[in-house]
C-alpha cells in the first residue's frame, strides 16, 4: 500500500539507502575542501566556493528529487550549486579578508529555499503553472522533512557517541576514535541527513498528516498573536513611538519579526483553501486581523530605519534591512488589497498574490545576491559625507568598517585619505589601512595611530641602550612593548641604570582632543631595570591609582600628564605604603 501524498510519484524503495549514499559523499567532499592542517590556516577562496556548491547541490538534489523528472532535479541541484558557488566566489573576494558568509551569500541561500518549492510544483505539473494548494504543500512539507533529518541527524550523533563510550568502557576505542576524524563525522552527518530525508519522502502522506497536526496546534496561537498586535498597535497614537527608540531590543528587527509571525499565522489559519481553510470563525477573524497588522508594523519598521539612517547613515546592513522592510511592506499591501477586494473572504484573493510575491522575492533574493549593485560604495559614501559635514569626529569615525565592511570602495576612500586627506585623519586611515583584520582595530588603537618607529627620548641627548630599544620598538616577526600606536616616550633615571617608558596612546591626536575624556586613547607607563643580562619592566602588573574625578577634573588632570610628558617632568619618588601584619608577618597587599 503507497503511503505517497500524490498518487503520480511512484514507490522507490531504495530511496533511503541512495539518498544516504549522495549525502556520505557529500560530507566526504566537504571535509577534503574544508579541511585545513591548522585551525587557523588561510582558507582559499576557490574551497570556501567548491563547498558552497557542494553542499547546496546534495541538499537540493536530496530534499526535492523524484523518480518522475528525476533529470529536472539533477539539473535544479547542480545549477543552483553553481549559482551559489559564483555567489560565494565574489562575495569572499569583496572585503579584504575573504569570507563567504556575507549578506549577498545570504540572499543565495534565501532564493535557493523558495526555488525549491516552485521548482517542484513545475515539475509535478510539468510546465510553468503553480496551483497554490500543491505550492503551499511543498513549502510546508519540505520545511517539516528538513527539520525532522536535522533533528535525526543530531539524535544519530547523540546514539553513536553513546554506543562508544559503552563499548570504550570494556577497552574497545575503535568506534571513540573513529568519531574523532573529522572524514568520518561529515560523512556520517550527511548520510543520517540524506537517508532521513529518504524515508520521510517515501511516506510523506504521513508527513503531511503530521503537518496537519502540527499546523493544527500553531493555528491555536494565532488569535493570541492577533489580539497582541493589534492592541500594540491600537495603543500607539497613544503612547508615541518613543518608547520604541528608547527600547533596548532594536526596533527595527522586532517589527519585522513581529510581521514575519503575523504571515506565518495567518497562512497557518487559511491552508490552501478549500478544506485545509479552518472552519472556526475566530481563528478566520484572526487571519483577518493579522493581515491588516502586517503593512503597519512595516511601515513603524521603516520609520525605525530612517531615523536610524539619519542618525548614522548608511551601512550594508541597514540597506539590507530597508529592503527587508520594503519586502514586508509589499507583503503588507498585498493583504490590505485583499482584505478589500475579498473581504471575509481576504483568503482566496490573496493567495494568488503570495505566489507571485514568493517568485518576485526570489528573483529579488537572486539579483541581491549578484555583484551588480555595490552597497559598500553607497555606505562608504554616506559615512565620508558624515565625516565631512562634521557629524561624526575624526576619532569616532569608523575607520574599520572603511577598511573591512564596504569592499573596495571602502578602501580606496582610505587610501585617498591617507595620502592626501586632513592632517587629523591621515594617520587614523593610514593605521586602517595596515591593519590585517578589523580585531586588531579597537577604538584605542585607532586613535593611537600607527606604531612608532623611533624613541621619543627626554633629553634628547640620553643615550637608550641597544638591547632595550629593540625590547621596547620590537623587531620583525615580534613585537615589543611599544609596538602599539602613538609615541614612545623614554625617560632615563639614575644615569642610565632605570629607564620610565610612557607608550602614549594620545600623542597623535591634535591637540585640542588629546586631553578630551572622551577620546579613547591610552598611556601606558612601564618601569625597566636591568637584570643580569635582561631588561625587566619592574612595573608591569601594577595598578595605576585612578581617584573618583568630575569630567573636567579629569581633563585638568590629562592637561597636567600631557604638558609634563611634553617638558619631560617624569620621575621615580618613593611612597609611603602600609601593610597589615598578623602575628609578626605581613598579610594582604600593600596599600596607601
Not at 478544506?275 to 520609520?303: D, G, H, V
Not at 490590505?336 to 471575509?344: L, P
Request: proline share 6%; with cysteine; charged share 20%.
Amino acid at each position: 500500500m503507497t503511503e505517497r501524498f500524490d498518487s503520480e510519484d511512484r514507490d522507490w524503495p531504495a530511496r533511503p539507502w541512495i539518498m544516504a549514499l549522495a549525502g556520505a559523499v557529500g560530507g566526504l567532499i566537504v571535509h577534503f575542501l574544508t579541511d585545513r592542517a591548522h585551525y587557523g590556516d588561510p582558507f582559499p577562496v576557490w574551497r570556501q566556493a567548491a563547498t558552497a556548491f557542494t553542499v547546496i547541490a546534495t541538499v537540493s538534489f536530496i530534499l526535492t528529487v523524484e523518480l518522475r523528472r528525476w533529470s529536472w532535479a539533477i539539473a535544479f541541484a547542480l545549477g543552483w550549486g553553481a549559482v551559489i558557488a559564483l555567489v560565494g566566489w565574489f562575495t569572499a573576494q569583496y572585503n579584504q579578508v575573504p569570507e563567504i558568509f556575507e549578506f549577498p551569500f545570504f540572499s543565495g541561500i534565501l532564493a535557493v529555499l523558495i526555488a525549491a518549492p516552485l521548482f517542484q510544483t513545475i515539475r509535478d505539473e510539468g510546465a510553468w503553472r503553480f496551483p497554490y494548494a500543491r505550492l503551499h504543500r511543498h513549502a510546508w512539507t519540505d520545511a517539516v522533512i528538513g527539520a525532522a533529518a536535522l533533528l535525526f541527524t543530531g539524535i544519530t550523533f547523540l546514539l553513536a557517541w553513546l554506543i562508544a563510550s559503552l563499548f570504550d568502557v570494556i577497552g574497545i576505542d575503535a568506534i571513540k576514535e573513529l568519531l574523532k576524524k573529522e572524514w568520518f563525522g561529515w560523512m556520517l552527518a550527511g548520510f543520517a541527513f540524506g537517508g532521513a530525508i529518504g524515508v520521510l519522502r517515501e511516506r510523506d502522506a504521513l508527513v503531511a498528516t503530521l503537518q496537519k497536526l502540527v499546523t493544527v496546534i500553531l493555528a491555536v496561537l494565532a488569535p493570541v498573536l492577533a489580539v497582541a498586535l493589534a492592541a500594540f498597535l491600537l495603543s500607539i497614537p497613544f503612547t508615541g513611538l518613543q518608547g520604541l527608540w528608547k527600547s533596548d531590543i532594536p526596533a527595527t528587527p522586532m517589527l519585522l519579526l513581529s510581521a514575519a509571525g503575523a504571515f506565518v499565522f495567518l497562512n497557518d489559519v487559511i491552508g490552501d483553501g478549500g478544506e485545509e481553510r479552518r472552519p472556526n470563525i475566530w481563528l478566520r477573524r484572526s487571519a483577518l486581523i493579522l493581515a491588516i497588522c502586517i503593512l503597519p508594523l512595516a511601515f513603524f519598521a521603516a520609520l525605525s530605519m530612517g531615523q536610524r539612517v539619519g542618525q548614522y547613515g548608511w551601512t550594508p546592513e541597514r540597506i539590507w534591512g530597508a529592503i527587508a522592510v520594503a519586502v514586508a511592506m509589499a507583503y503588507g499591501l498585498a493583504g490590505w488589497w485583499a482584505v478589500f477586494k475579498g473581504r471575509q473572504d481576504f483568503d482566496d484573493p490573496l493567495r494568488p498574490l503570495q505566489t507571485r510575491l514568493a517568485i518576485g522575492l526570489c528573483g529579488l533574493a537572486l539579483f541581491l545576491a549578484l555583484p551588480i549593485g555595490d552597497f559598500g560604495a553607497i555606505s562608504a559614501n554616506s559615512q565620508l559625507a558624515r565625516l565631512a559635514s562634521g557629524k561624526v569626529s575624526p576619532t569616532e569615525f569608523d575607520w574599520a568598517a572603511m577598511a573591512f565592511d564596504f569592499g573596495p570602495a571602502g578602501r580606496k576612500h582610505l587610501e585617498a585619505i591617507a595620502r592626501s586627506g586632513p592632517v587629523s585623519q591621515r594617520k587614523l586611515a593610514s593605521t586602517a589601512l595596515k591593519s590585517d583584520s578589523r580585531w586588531e582595530l579597537t577604538e584605542d588603537n585607532i586613535v593611537a595611530g600607527p606604531q612608532p618607529e623611533e624613541l621619543v627620548v627626554v633629553p634628547k641627548d640620553a643615550e637608550v641602550p641597544a638591547d632595550l630599544r629593540e625590547q621596547l620598538l620590537g623587531k620583525p616577526g615580534t613585537e615589543g612593548f611599544c609596538s602599539s600606536g602613538g609615541a614612545c616616550r623614554v625617560f632615563p633615571q639614575d644615569g642610565g641604570k632605570v629607564f620610565i617608558v610612557v607608550m602614549d596612546g594620545c600623542a597623535n591626536l591634535p591637540p585640542a582632543e588629546r586631553n578630551d575624556p572622551k577620546q579613547h586613547c591610552m598611556r601606558n607607563p612601564a618601569v625597566f631595570e636591568r637584570d643580569v643580562t635582561t631588561w625587566v619592566n619592574v612595573y608591569e602588573g601594577r595598578k595605576r591609582v585612578e581617584p573618583s574625578m568630575t569630567k573636567t577634573e579629569e581633563a585638568a588632570s590629562l592637561q597636567r600628564e600631557s604638558d609634563a610628558l611634553e617638558r619631560g617632568d617624569v620621575k621615580i619618588a618613593p611612597v609611603s605604603q602600609r601593610q597589615l601584619v598578623i602575628g609578626g608577618k605581613p598579610s594582604g597587599n600593600v596599600f596607601e
